[in-house]
């Protein structure tokens, strides 16, 4: 899949898409039903299939403080977005110019002259430029004054009325609900990052750890996990992950810790991904190592029965 980081200048050869426009911050089910119809536009008029979307994310250009928030990095949301068969992510910079733009001349600047879309399918939430002044209603009316077909997709619920969307995945997350996150997005939540270097306290009670800064990802419920780790080589280990500010020691940052089961090997400065299975309880606080080492042990147990189900 090509990325594209910007909209000013393209070669012919990088034009005429069908197109999903959107954050796609997750690439939950509610977002492939966007891509989907732009899918189906791109078979029809035999044009690539292609993804519009924003980096920095258009929330944080806006509220720069605001606490952290995503669901995924751009790096998974690429490898999200080659599985449904999109050829090209146009990645735009959303900087002082694209935020400065209305919504006739995101169409007419971007989509038509910029990118020179097809086709543009978009949400049925969707709002573009300055102000968010556009709809799917008015990019419809640019799109036939422009020579692009628009499509906007309905809202849709999943099983028991569940909300398709990316605040439905980060209050399932932040509640420890691991299998409504899950099902919303159509796999398990995942944080991927670099192994840092820790305080290697793990290893003085048999428990190495991976440490893996949370940057900019939502903040889950506290407390530890059953997880799946990805690692570099392809390989996956099955783990019991500690996610937050252990109470014990008092961290200022909240950490995700990865302790890999049945594993051992020296993986720092590698990039892996954690998926969050299932939540098996909050933080608290031990009286000494050796009550901690033991509620570890349970815990360990109690991961590898859920992953082995």
Known sequence: MQIVRDWRGLPSALKGAAVAIGAFDGVHLGHQAVIAAARAAAERLGAPLGVVSFDPHPRRWFQPYAEPFRLMRIDQM??????????????????????????????????????????AAVGFDFTFGKGR??????????????????????????????KLSSSAVR????????????????????????VIHGD??????????LNIALGDYVRPAYGVYATRTRLADGRVIDGVASLGVRPMFALETPLLEVWLLDFDA????????????????????????????AQIDLDAARARDILKR
């Open 78 to 119: 690429a490898r999200a977005l080659a599985t449904q068969g999109v050829e090209r992510l146009y990645l735009l910079p959303f900087d002082a110019e694209m935020a400065g733009l209305s919504d006739e001349a995101f169409a007419r600047q971007v989509l038509a002259e910029g990118l020179g879309v097809r086709h």
């Open 133 to 162: 002044s556009g709809s799917p209603e008015a990019l419809k009316r640019y799109g036939d004054a422009m020579g692009f077909s628009v499509s906007s997709v309905r809202r849709r619920d999943g099983a028991d009325g569940l």
């Open 171 to 194: 209050a399932a997350l932040k509640a420890g609900d691991m299998a409504a996150a899950a099902a919303i997005l159509g796999r398990p939540f995942a944080i991927e990052g670099e």
């Open 200 to 209: 290697k306290r793990g290893r003085t009670i048999g428990v190495p750890t």
């Open 266 to 293: 020296d993986l720092y400065g590698q990039t892996v991904e954690t998926e969050f299975v299932a939540f098996l309880r909050g933080e608290e606080r031990f009286d000494g190592l050796e009550a901690l080492k």
